[in-house]
T-cell receptor
Framework: DVKVTQSSRYLVKRTGEKVFLECVQD?????MFWYRQDPGLGLRLIYF???????EKGDIPEGYSVSREKKERFSLILESASTNQTSMYLC????????????FGPGTRLTVT | DAKTTQPPSMDCAEGRAANLPCNHS???????VYWYRQIHSQGPQYIIH???NNETNEMASLIITEDRKSSTLILPHATLRDTAVYYC??????????????FGTGTRLKVLA
């Protein structure tokens, strides 16, 4: 059974803190993605990575950075958390073969106070 | 990028077919349509995808119009467990030989007993 896991389901951080969100997939997928989900806005792409150490900005990268040191792990970093980064964060991965179906993790609900 | 438009909410009686429409009038010829659903507090899950022809699997059917400007997801016999937010997505070619998913804002389907 394929799996994408995220380090926390719920996280509360203070403004200005550095925040790490971790995502791990066990399917040997090259492509991994970070989205944020907000009411009325659907899912918006923050960053994606197509290989180890390779990354591309998505539609809303401002205020975020990413790290991919190993194929199975993709981290999203909020350098200095702000209240407007309170959101649901979803990680996904897919392989280039087959249906290109994206597999999503359960999400991390981050609250910045 | 192609965009999708969906009604914000729909109701369906249990046991009846649920027909969820999606408009993607700016879709290009090689861009696929995907449908995912998201049950509360979980990550989105794949349902079905297609390019031109109608598709069916064990979960649903996908009907794509001949001009490809719209599609309909059909859940043939809706159950209470089908209550979820349904996303219509266009997969577009992107940088580095990968693909980007353009999410709509989703339709909240409520199946009524």
């Amino acid at each position: 059974d394929v799996k994408v896991t995220q380090s926390s389901r719920y996280l509360v951080k203070r403004t200005g803190e550095k925040v790490f969100l971790e995502c791990v997939q066990d399917m040997d997928h090259e492509n991994m993605f970070w989205y944020r989900q907000d009411p009325g806005l659907g899912l918006r792409l923050i960053y994606f990575s197509y290989d180890v150490k390779m990354k591309e900005k998505g539609d809303i990268p401002e205020g975020y950075s990413v790290s991919r040191e190993k194929k199975e792990r993709f981290s999203l970093i909020l350098e200095s958390a702000s209240t407007n980064q309170t959101s649901m964060y979803l990680c996904a991965s897919f392989d280039r073969g087959g249906s290109y179906e994206q597999y999503f993790g359960p999400g991390t609900r981050l609250t910045v106070t | 990028d192609a965009k999708t438009t969906q009604p914000p909410s729909m109701d369906c009686a249990e046991g009846r077919a649920a027909n969820l429409p999606c408009n993607h009038s700016t879709i290009s010829g090689n861009e696929y349509v995907y449908w995912y659903r998201q049950i509360h507090s979980q990550g989105p899950q794949y349902i079905i995808h297609g390019l031109k022809n109608n598709e069916t699997n064990e979960m649903a059917s996908l009907i794509i119009t001949e001009d490809r400007k719209s599609s309909t997801l059909i859940l043939p016999h809706a159950t209470l467990r089908d209550t979820a937010v349904y996303y219509c997505i266009v997969r577009v070619g992107w940088t580095s030989g990968t693909y980007k998913y353009i999410f709509g804002t989703g339709t909240r389907l409520k199946v009524l007993a």
